[in-house]
């Protein structure tokens, strides 16, 4: 197991969580109790808790928010973490939909995926929910990857974090988070990790295991409700259900790693099943984006070749769900093997049959790259950003394209036409930082590296970066002004940051 993966896991145990079998792994408090649709069968409504004031008492949104910041800052940095925009922007605006389909509108929720295998998701403090990679492939509809989100989402509107330790009555956040402190530094440390545990809970484990039984329960109930009010099918919750009962089958070594730890029970099976069976049945076709994912994720899987002809035989057997995903991610995997002909090919293919998606409008643009075609490459750009406006692996691209023939301005009027969409992108600020560089413009490169290690939660680094724009001998005295002003913010931050 990865040191980050296991840095996650360990906190999400903790946390109140566990796997989706007993529930992706999860738990976290939230200010608002859920109020389901009345539009449901009635008994959904029932068994739901009065929260009260104890739960939202014993761990602070700010608590909260100090401890998603540790763990956004690993996540911005960490090689385990998939950072492929088309992905991540994808499932951030699945869990986007779902969420805004709860009760609690106030929460934010941030999506990232983790490089694994494994069939899993969780969800720690502050809305955070991370979701491995095995969990896009192994789910068969865009429903089934809807209801893990959804089950996770509910666990955050429920307060099921502070509900444990309410009832435990613990020490909460200084616990957590210490914890989470010694936890993600485990990467470069990972005996910290093993101390962490080691005066954690051990001797409370089964307990808390005993008492989020009833939380996974819940939170199938409020998931059931959000995919409904979503749009999507709630009958793809016991499906993915079904999907884990056959990973059980296998020799334990092979099962999903949470049935290993955590069996599903019929219990819950039936419940799902119980409630499902009286909610109005729905068609409801997954999204081509969600195809297109799953194939690009599948490109990256084994050698270049095994791949490519696993996609090859899919096509010539009709062994596929949806056929434009399948040439799509032979011609994402040929180019993985520079087959530029190849790729070409299957976008060709993609365009006679006349299917339209950003994610084929990248695809030919890395082509005309790898072609060394620099004016075909600005205009597929040009003519894709036209098309998809706020597609960020377009304007990534794009912005490589002009840095990579200098042509700096550009790139600059690009990305700061942009930035209004992705306020908070780290990236947009990093591409900045590199075109001052090229343009020896000291200030703001240093302006721009600052604004960027902000938005990648490392405030130290922020700081420093802003202290060299404000000595730097260029710049106008309103950029100068304004440097200084951000200087004393991001001062005054740090001195806030600092444990007493």
Do not use: C
């Amino acid at each position: 197991m990865s040191r980050l993966l296991y840095t996650l896991l360990t906190l999400s145990l903790f946390s109140a969580s566990l796997s989706f079998a007993e529930g992706v792994i999860s738990g976290k408090p939230y200010d608002k109790s859920i109020n389901l649709d009345t539009s449901l069968p009635p008994d959904l409504h029932a068994e739901l808790p009065e929260l009260g004031d104890v739960s939202q008492t014993v761990l602070s949104a700010q608590d909260e928010q100090n401890i998603a910041e540790q763990i956004l800052a690993e996540v911005a940095t960490s090689d385990e973490v998939l950072q492929d925009v088309e992905v991540v922007d994808y499932l951030q605006a699945l869990g986007n939909r779902l969420a805004a389909a709860s009760d609690d509108k106030q929460q934010n929720f941030h999506f990232f995926v983790v490089k694994d295998a494994s069939i899993n998701a969780f969800a720690m403090p502050g809305g955070l929910i991370g979701v491995h990679t095995g969990l896009f492939l192994s789910s068969n509809s865009e429903s089934e990857l809807a209801s893990v989100l959804g089950h996770e989402i509910g666990h955050v509107t429920q307060h099921h974090l502070a509900r444990m330790l309410a009832k435990q009555k613990t020490d909460t956040f200084k616990n957590i988070a210490g914890i989470a402190v010694a936890l993600l530094v485990a990467r470069s440390n990972p005996q910290l990790a093993s101390g962490a545990l080691a005066t954690s809970s051990a001797a409370g484990i089964q307990r808390q295991l005993d008492y989020t039984r009833e939380h996974e329960r819940e939170a199938d109930r409020v998931g059931l409700s959000i995919l409904e009010n979503a749009g999507f099918d709630p009958r793809g919750m016991p499906a993915f259900f079904a999907t884990l009962q056959r990973g059980s089958r296998f020799v334990e070594g092979s099962a999903p790693s949470f049935l290993r730890t955590h069996p599903l029970t019929s219990e819950r099976i039936s419940d799902v099943e119980n409630r499902v069976a009286m909610m109005p049945y729905k068609q409801v076709a997954s999204s081509l984006d969600y195809y297109f994912v799953r194939a690009k994720l599948r490109t990256n899987e084994g050698l270049a070749q095994t791949v490519i002809d696993q996609f090859a035989h899919n096509i010539q057997r009709g062994r596929y769900a949806n056929e434009a995903a399948e040439h799509y991610g032979l011609a994402v995997a040929m180019l993985r093997k520079n087959d530029v002909a190849g790729a070409s090919q299957q976008v060709k293919w993609l365009d006679d049959h006349q299917v339209k998606s950003a994610f084929i409008e990248n695809v030919k643009a890395r082509i005309a790259v790898a072609q060394n075609n620099p004016q075909k490459v600005a205009e597929q750009y040009a003519s894709a950003i036209k098309q998809y406006p706020q597609n960020r692996a377009l304007v990534y691209g794009y912005a490589d394209h002009f840095l990579a023939l200098k042509q700096t301005k550009e790139m600059i009027n690009l990305v700061k036409a942009k930035q209004s969409l992705y306020s908070n992108d780290a990236h947009l600020y990093e591409l900045l930082a590199k075109a001052y560089f090229v343009e020896h413009k000291d200030l703001l490169r240093y302006q721009a590296q600052g604004e960027a290690y902000f938005r990648q939660y490392n405030v130290d680094k922020a700081v420093e970066q802003m202290t060299f724009a404000s000595k730097a001998t260029d710049g106008s005295f309103y950029e100068k002004s304004i440097v200084e002003a951000r200087l004393k913010d991001l001062q005054r931050l740090q001195k806030l940051k600092k444990p007493d």
